[in-house]
């Protein structure tokens, strides 16, 4: 009995450990910027830490609970005063149960 729990609190465990993490990047095709060098790009970077943010349920969508942050595009183009948008990324790493979800802006 005593290995089973063993057993038991490893998946447990494991199942707890287990995340996955997505990258997805849009670039602003109606403005080009000209970059003479990288040190002109700025980055500006917004986050959320949810709960229950590791899977989508099929015709419900997505099932996160915002626990704290903003991950709007525009509070990533506040925290870096950026003028110009160049392109938008955002990206995701889902736990089991927790999720933190960027976005990350670049630009001028």
């Not at 009995?1 to 450990?17: E, G, T, V």
């Amino acid at each position: 009995m005593n290995l089973y729990i063993k057993n038991i609190f490893l998946i447990i465990l494991l199942a707890f450990n287990i995340s996955c993490y997505s990258y997805n990047t849009d670039f602003n095709e109606l403005e080009k910027i000209t970059v003479s060098s990288l040190s002109e790009i700025k980055k500006g970077e917004s986050c959320s830490r949810n709960l229950f943010g590791g899977f989508t349920i099929p015709y419900i969508g997505e099932t996160a609970i915002k626990l704290s942050g903003d991950q709007s595009v525009i509070s990533a183009i506040k925290n870096a005063n950026i003028q110009s948008v160049y392109a938008v990324d955002k990206y995701s790493k889902n736990y089991f149960l927790f999720s933190k979800r960027c976005t990350v802006v670049f630009g001028k």
